[in-house]
């Protein structure tokens, strides 16, 4: 669902003083490569940020950490649009449910993507963990093929339902499902497009309080 993370890292690259955006985007793609590169996603995911985090480091760890900060932050919205309390597991009912409500979120940051080839022109510039660079293009590749449709749909989305299929039988089905269950309540896409202006408030907000 790497749209929405695109388009929140354009929305601040001026403010986080960004020289090179090849740099930059390409740490925003990097944190979810771990789905392709097997590695831990505690490597990948710094639970310890905080938003100031995201002024200093090279350009690619910029990208970086406001991927994992939009995840940080989103995660409160998120979670109460579906009352979930409980740990969330892999490929559980619930994780399905929220990967559900960002499908829906990501769609929606697609389609109002103002560079909307931006993504097809992302690739890897470095390898934070040692992983196998063969690995990690791998990621790059299948978010280049999503995000290559001139019209974007869910159907835009097969080739990453098809990989989740592969690599856990069922998930890309289950996930396709519940996207579209969900897109029938249009209180509950209210909801979930409303997500993105909040965390853009409450990631300028903290940027001020520094």
Not at 97 to 112: N, R, T, Y
Request: glycine letters at 4%; hydrophobic letters at 40%.
């Amino acid at each position: 669902m790497q749209a929405t993370h695109v388009r929140f890292a354009i929305e601040f690259e001026k403010e986080l003083g960004v020289l090179d955006r090849a740099e930059y985007l390409s740490g925003v793609m990097y944190s979810d490569s771990r789905y392709t590169s097997g590695i831990d996603r505690h490597l990948t995911h710094d639970s310890s940020l905080k938003i100031t985090y995201a002024l200093v480091g090279s350009d690619f760890e910029k990208g970086w950490k406001i991927h994992v900060l939009y995840d940080m932050l989103e995660h409160d919205y998120i979670f109460g649009l579906f009352n979930i309390t409980a740990k969330l597991v892999a490929f559980s009912d619930y994780w399905i449910k929220i990967s559900a409500a960002k499908f829906i979120e990501d769609l929606e940051s697609f389609k109002l993507l103002k560079e909307s080839k931006i993504i097809e022109s992302i690739s890897p510039t470095s390898t934070p963990n040692n992983e196998d660079p063969s690995k990690l293009s791998k990621w790059y590749d299948l978010q280049r093929s999503v995000y290559c449709s001139e019209i974007p749909s869910i159907e835009s989305y097969k080739p990453m339902m098809d990989w989740f299929d592969e690599d856990v039988p069922g998930a890309g089905v289950r996930w396709e499902a519940t996207t579209r269950d969900l897109e029938k309540d249009p209180e509950m896409v209210k909801n979930i497009h409303a997500m993105y202006g909040m965390i853009v408030k409450e990631f300028y907000d903290g940027l001020r309080a520094r």
